[in-house]
């Protein structure tokens, strides 16, 4: 991975390579960036720049035996540590074993996001974490010398899915790792980091990709029709994990429209027993599947606020335009806010592994009560 298949981030490209020019590379970093953003490509990126033999001021070269070896992940400097989990109960869970299927996953998306790490490890509804002894080994690989880079580099994914017993055990080598030793931690949501990891790593902030951003990245990776890509990435908000699945599992826009059509129509019609139908139809999908519906909602409901307003924005399928010709006349800058933020809470809620029949529900009640409100309102003029 190289800077240059990064789009964007000028400055925390520049960030970085300044450190490496005036030799001061922190030895502890937290890239703190939200799901889909470039976190985990930009801390490849800076290790493949770092270990590379023939870098230019601005980018590893891309070709030496180093970076080639970067290319494929399967250099012996660089190492991982990731949630996963297995079928069997066992004390000695950890990275190794799950070590070359995240090379392919990385590889085939950089941008993954922990749902499509779940799926790809098949692990159904357990969650993944690193273990406590996941930790000890942490510790014990960045024990050895490194073995053709002047640096190791430890990239640890998701440092919130550690265990607080390991989270304690790795607080000295954050503090005072060995020679010649990188951590990164490429965290989502710095909330749940124990403050003591906080205090002892340098922060770098990755913003979100903007839509049109994510949409280069989807066409440079996937090749599909730019206008598919800026849809995906515009439903997506940029997020590249979601937007990655979404180009996947394209036959799955039908159906949610069909969802959010009859979802509308019965929370404005306070249709309580049809709402609880479709919470079945909603808690029967993956987490992935819930949160893209969400993501979908919320891009129906913007350009039903387009439609009212710069309707020549519109990016609309034939099916969606016309639904939303009808529909687009009960939302207002009123109550838009209102129930996008309702939506946005839930897919919080999905992401946090929220029971999904309750966070359905309940977001389908409270829309409910927005719409119930306004038709009392309309028809109790005071
Ligand atoms: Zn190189």
Avoid at 28 to 43: I, K, N, R, Y
Avoid at 55 to 65: L, M, P
Avoid at 107 to 122: E, M, S
Avoid at 172 to 178: A, C, M
Wanted: proline fraction near 5%.
């Amino acid at each position: 991975m190289q800077f240059a298949e990064i789009p964007g981030l000028t400055n925390l490209k520049q960030r970085l390579l300044h450190s490496v020019k005036e030799n001061r590379i922190p030895h502890a970093q937290l890239f703190v960036g939200p799901e889909g953003s470039a976190a985990l490509p930009l801390v490849i990126a800076f290790a493949q720049y770092v270990a590379c033999k023939n870098r230019t001021e601005e980018d590893s070269c891309g070709v030496c035996g180093s970076c080639i070896k970067f290319k494929k992940l399967i250099h012996p400097d660089l190492h991982f540590s990731i949630p996963v989990n297995w079928e069997k109960v066992t004390t000695e869970l950890n990275t190794l074993p799950f070590l070359e299927k995240w090379r392919a996953e990385v590889l085939k998306n950089p941008y993954l996001g922990i749902d499509q790490w779940v799926d790809a490890i098949d692990i159904g509804n357990k969650q993944p974490f690193i273990s406590n002894y996941e930790a000890h080994e942490i510790i014990k690989r960045l024990g050895f010398k490194a073995f053709e880079s002047e640096y190791k580099f430890m990239v640890i994914w998701l440092p919130e899915k550690m265990r607080v017993e390991g989270a304690n055990r790795i607080l000295k080598t954050l503090e005072e790792p060995p020679e010649k030793t990188i951590i990164f931690l490429v965290c989502q949501h710095p909330d749940e980091l124990l403050a003591t990891i906080l205090s002892r790593t340098q922060l770098m902030k990755v913003p979100a990709y903007t839509a049109s951003e994510a949409a280069q990245v989807l066409h440079a990776q996937s090749g599909l029709p730019m206008d598919r890509c800026t849809m995906a990435a515009e439903v997506a908000e940029g997020n590249l994990a979601q937007a990655r699945w979404m180009l996947e599992n394209s036959e799955e826009a039908d159906q949610q429209l069909e969802l959010f059509r009859n979802w509308m129509l019965f929370c404005y019609g306070f249709q309580v027993g049809d709402l609880l139908k479709i919470t079945d139809q909603f808690a029967k999908e993956g987490r992935e599947w819930q949160k893209g519906f969400f993501a979908y909602a919320l891009y129906m409901i913007r350009q039903t606020m387009l439609m009212n307003h710069q309707p020549q924005l519109n990016r609309l399928t034939t099916a969606e335009r016309s639904f939303l010709q009808k529909f687009s006349r009960f939302f207002h800058p009123g109550n838009y806010s209102v129930i996008s933020g309702y939506i946005n809470e839930a897919s919080a809620h999905i992401e946090r592994n929220g029971h999904p029949k309750i966070v359905f529900l309940d977001t389908s009640l409270q829309i409910s009560d927005v719409f119930r409100k306004e038709k009392y309102r309309a028809t109790n003029p005071t």
